[in-house]
């Protein structure tokens, strides 16, 4: 069955993610009670669950606490190549930080590579894990120098790189960088398998259980939103977004949406490997076991920061995704679309450690800029290695209390421009609408009712759904993604469904519902 991925939702069987279509896994209570433990972990993605467990497995209690399901969130739509070769990183992050640093980062990185095919078979977890070449390639001839450059810089941090100027894609290229022995795998198949073996080994989870508040203390103490308190010696926020902010990360992270199409092709076409170009909008290239015969494509592209699109423009970012695809794979069948979301730093390397300055028992892990699968498993690695009083090579890089002002200065700028437009008064094309009259069904606009803004979305029988357009985080206006049907923040992209419920953060409250008619909102 095929659909076009930018004219709707596609056949409800394949619509979304292909690793949330894996089995959910038993079902984790809510917190029900105040509770006292060793190691609380709030955010139960590929950062919190390899933290949790990294921290069991060292013999120490501890909590974990999702507000939603686990692995279910980013991590639940992630295309999960596990590669030390983080598109072009490596030539700049020498650049900015030092020879050494670029050195840390490709170890610490494919220490995190290894480390889970070491764990997956150790637990004996089938996650369909696959050791496969990564490749950073270009179509443009005027770009092979930078590729050559970025091979030589990888070469030189340790990675087993190379430049090459032939690769097994079904269309040509003008040169590439080569790292062998990467990975890729089924992310739901590994973190739900880490999940029973976290405990085993004495962990508890408790799933939709949001956590609104952090005290820290010796020990800390964090509050639910259903009332109930947990008082541990350390706490680690791997929310995906901090939503516990005291370092003001917010002014250094951007946030960036990106789109998935997805379908199989014949195994004679599968290319063998994992690529990516930063060109188009970015373009990612692999594929996953699918059955006798055949491979799922899936492929990755069109980056657009949460909130900035006007009416129609996300679909037509899928409908060139998917035209891309079908170009360079004219037999895929399109059978599946998702979207997924990360943040980036404005030095290219992921903030993992203290939570601020003053920090000595909350830590936090972000800013993976498209690479979290690597990056989460170094973050469980770093942060469980913190928690029990070691400090690896590596900390100092990774640690969000760093700041280059000189070299930072201008991306934080821009960044803060941005939030600052969008802060006083966004004023998109199609954002707004005069009344709800004008809103067609599976729209949503912005509309004043009685002095003040409301999100309204008309569903598909026609009734309207209305939540207030201010963002519970720092009060931005939330725009309408009519693909994805949804409210999204363009300051720090959280995301609301319809009815206001948090979707992902840094909000942790909902959009305040209200009740509306046709004629009160004219």
């Avoid at 650049?95 to 610490?108: F, I, K, P, T």
């Avoid at 977004?241 to 998935?260: G, I, S």
């Avoid at 998702?338 to 920090?359: C, E, I, K, M």
């Avoid at 009519?482 to 009815?499: I, L, M, N, T």
Wanted: glycine share 12%; proline share 7%; aromatic share 6%.
């Amino acid at each position: 069955m095929t659909y076009d991925p930018g004219s709707g939702p596609g056949p409800a069987s394949g619509a979304g993610s292909l690793w949330m279509e894996y089995a959910p896994g038993p079902a984790r209570p809510p917190l029900d009670g105040s509770i006292e433990t060793e190691v609380a972990v709030i955010g139960g993605g590929i950062a919190g669950l390899c933290t949790a467990w990294e921290v069991a497995r060292a013999g120490h209690p501890v909590v974990l606490l999702e507000a939603d399901r686990i692995a279910s969130g980013v991590t639940g739509h992630t295309t999960a190549k596990l590669s030390a070769l983080h598109g072009m990183a490596y030539a700049e992050i020498a650049s900015v930080h030092g020879a050494r640093a670029a050195r840390l980062y490709a170890h610490s990185q494919q220490i995190a590579v290894d480390h889970v095919a070491e764990v997956s078979e150790e637990l004996g977890i089938d996650c369909d894990l696959e050791r496969l070449p990564a490749y950073t390639y270009t179509e443009d001839p005027a770009m092979a120098d930078k590729l050559r450059e970025e091979a030589e810089a990888a070469r030189a941090a340790g990675l087993d790189a190379s430049y090459e100027t032939e690769v097994p894609l079904p269309f040509p290229v003008a040169g590439a960088v080569k790292v062998e022995n990467q990975a890729q795998f089924h992310p739901r198949k590994f973190l739900l398998g880490l999940a029973a073996d976290l405990e085993v080994l004495g962990g508890r989870i408790f799933e939709r259980t949001r956590v609104t508040r952090l005290q820290e203390g010796t020990p800390c103490e964090l509050t639910t939103s259903g009332g109930h308190t947990v008082r541990a010696r350390e706490v680690v926020v791997a929310t995906h977004y901090p939503v516990f902010d005291r370092a003001l990360l917010f002014t250094r992270l951007e946030p960036k949406r990106e789109l998935v199409v997805a379908g199989p092709i014949p195994a004679g076409q599968d290319p063998g490997g994992m690529y990516l170009t930063p060109e188009g909008g970015t373009r990612s290239v692999r594929t996953a076991p699918y059955g006798e015969g055949r491979r799922m494509l899936i492929v990755t592209g069109e980056k657009f920061t949460p909130g900035t699109e006007g009416e129609g423009e996300v679909g037509e970012r899928f409908r060139k995704l998917a035209s891309w695809a079908r170009e360079r794979f004219p037999e895929v069948e399109l059978t599946h679309r998702w979207a997924t979301q990360d943040n980036f730093t404005t030095d290219r390397v992921p903030y993992v450690g203290r939570l601020h300055a003053g920090s000595r028992h909350a830590y936090v892990a972000t800013g993976f800029a498209g690479w979290g699968m690597s990056n989460g498993v170094m973050a469980g690695d770093l942060l469980a290695s913190r928690i029990r009083g070691r400090e690896p090579a590596w900390t100092s890089l990774y640690d969000p209390v760093r700041l280059h002002p000189v070299r930072e200065a201008p991306a934080m700028l821009r960044l803060q421009a941005q939030v600052g437009k969008h802060f006083i008064g966004d004023r998109l094309p199609g954002a707004h609408a005069d009344s709800t009259a004008d809103i067609e069904p599976g729209a949503g606009a912005v509309v004043r009712v009685g002095g003040r803004r409301l999100a309204v979305h008309r569903d598909a029988a026609g009734a309207l759904h209305a939540v207030s357009a201010r963002c519970t985080h720092l009060g931005c206006i939330v725009h309408f993604n009519d693909e994805e049907c949804a409210w999204e923040c363009p300051c720090h992209g959280s995301r609301f469904d319809v009815d206001g419920k948090v979707v992902q953060g840094p909000a942790m409250k909902p959009l305040e519902q209200f009740d509306v008619d046709e004629e009160e909102a004219r």
